[in-house]
């Protein structure tokens, strides 16, 4: 059997070159997303890329079981060297075909390993634009490559993508979404 699978390796980088030029002074700045920061974004885009990759290993626990709501983000010392590492981890963690198949979790949430790669995927991409909004730098998404993968397994009603794209949230248009941190 033959199916798609996507790299998420150019979107993290470029999620990694625009958090690399964020300036300590505009760690406090607005973003399009009402009342964070962008080290709050930048907390949400560490906190996510760590629960999606370790959705796609398959290593469910705190990082998988905590919803976005339930902390509000923030950034440690360490960020400029963490950040870059976990979306190097993230993008490596989804070559693997094994996060592609059954169950996994993020979120809270337990949705197919397919799902998980095409949510952690719309996650970097809208963030991304946020973060080079509040930024003021240029911002033009890398699409994620598709690539097939072939298994002696009988093929399956639907390909990876096939199932990513026919959840629930992709049947609807597209809507501009921010996490807030606060519930209600």
């Not at 070559?95 to 998980?116: H, K, N, Q, S, Y």
């Not at 699409?143 to 009603?157: A, E, F, L, V």
Request: glycine letters at 8%; proline letters at 10%.
């Amino acid at each position: 059997m033959t199916d798609m699978t996507l790299d998420l390796g150019p979107q993290t980088r470029v999620v990694a070159r625009l958090a690399e030029a964020v300036t300590d002074e505009q760690l406090s700045a607005p973003t399009p997303c009402p009342e964070m920061a962008v080290r709050n974004l930048l907390g949400h885009l560490l906190g996510l890329s760590v629960a999606f990759r370790d959705a796609g290993r398959k290593d469910l626990g705190a990082t998988t079981d905590t919803s976005p709501e339930a902390v509000e983000p923030d950034i440690g010392p360490g960020w400029r060297e963490e950040l870059p590492k976990v979306l190097d981890e993230l993008s490596e963690v989804w070559r693997d075909p094994e996060a592609w198949t059954g169950m996994t979790r993020a979120g809270g949430i337990d949705l197919p390993g397919a799902v998980a790669a095409a949510v952690a995927v719309d996650e970097l991409v809208i963030h991304a634009w946020d973060l080079a909004r509040a930024t003021g730098q240029e911002y033009a998404p890398t699409p994620p490559r598709c690539r097939r993968r072939t298994t002696s397994s009988s093929p399956p009603s639907t390909t990876p993508l096939e199932a990513a794209s026919s959840a629930p949230w992709c049947r609807s248009p597209p809507v501009r979404h921010c996490w807030t941190g606060r519930s209600g």
